[in-house]
T-cell receptor, first 113, second 110 residues
Framework: KAGVTQTPRYLIKTRGQQVTLSCSPI?????VSWYQQTPGQGLQFLFE???????NKGNFPGRFSGRQFSNSRSEMNVSTLELGDSALYLC????????????FGPGTRLLVL | QQPVQSPQAVILREGEDAVINCSSS?????VHWYRQKHGEAPVFLMI?????EQKGHEKISASFNEKKQQSSLYLTASQPSYSGTYFC???????????FGTGTSLTVIP
């Protein structure tokens, strides 16, 4: 099976812009979670989608949003970018919503100037 | 709600053993362990679903003490390939939020 793929891999934006990141889960996986990783804060949970519904949301401002399509692909959007949004954004897929292994994609590295 | 890991960093010589601990203030449903090498995505090591459960493969094993809300990862006869940052990930009994621990940097010197 192909692994989790994320596009783009690298992105440079300026403050105030918005960005959309994409994640394609492993075939058959219906749960997609998004994480932000920074040197200072470590891995932080953003949100989780299962069958096109947001099941859980982390403690991030409303500028961070996401959605999931019927084919389980997911997108994450960040509006009005801030310098502090510079991070590695990881998505992970699993076959269920809890107690299951999460498989991570390679991540999208976002730099906000 | 982020689990706390200890130690924060450890340096070993090849062949030495290490224990990494993960503690949560919340009741846990499961504990996952991941290893992340520099510049790479986290890679799954193992998952523990029941209190008291112990799992392992080769020289890496883990235990889960549900009552104490703690998990420990044991690495024996370490190899340089074990180097990386180890994260525990925890799920609560209610809800599906997943929290990663603070991370433990492990360096094995040949």
């Amino acid at each position: 099976k192909a692994g989790v793929t994320q596009t783009p891999r690298y992105l440079i934006k300026t403050r105030g812009q918005q960005v959309t990141l994409s994640c394609s889960p492993i075939s058959g996986h219906r749960s997609v979670s998004w994480y932000q990783q920074t040197p200072g804060q470590g891995l932080q949970f953003l949100f989780e989608y299962f069958s096109e519904t947001q099941r859980n949301k982390g403690n991030f401002p409303g500028r961070f949003s996401g959605r999931q399509f019927s084919n389980s692909r997911s997108e994450m959007n960040v509006s009005t970018l801030e310098l502090g949004d510079s991070a590695l954004y990881l998505c992970a897929s699993s076959s269920a919503t809890s107690g299951e292994t999460q498989y991570f994609g390679p991540g999208t590295r976002l730099l906000v100037l | 709600q982020q689990p706390v890991q200890s130690p924060q960093a450890v340096i070993l010589r090849e062949g030495e053993d290490a224990v990494i601990n993960c503690s949560s203030s919340k009741a846990l449903y499961s504990v996952h362990w991941y290893r992340q090498k520099h510049g790479e995505a986290p890679v799954f090591l193992m998952i523990l679903l029941k209190g008291g459960e112990q799992k392992g493969h080769e020289k890496i094993s883990a235990s889960f003490n549900e009552k104490k809300q703690q998990s420990s990862l044991y690495l024996t006869a370490s190899q340089p390939s074990y180097s990386g940052t180890y994260f525990c990930g925890t799920e609560k009994r209610t809800g599906n939020q997943f929290y990663f621990g603070t991370g433990t940097s492990l360096t094995v010197i040949p």
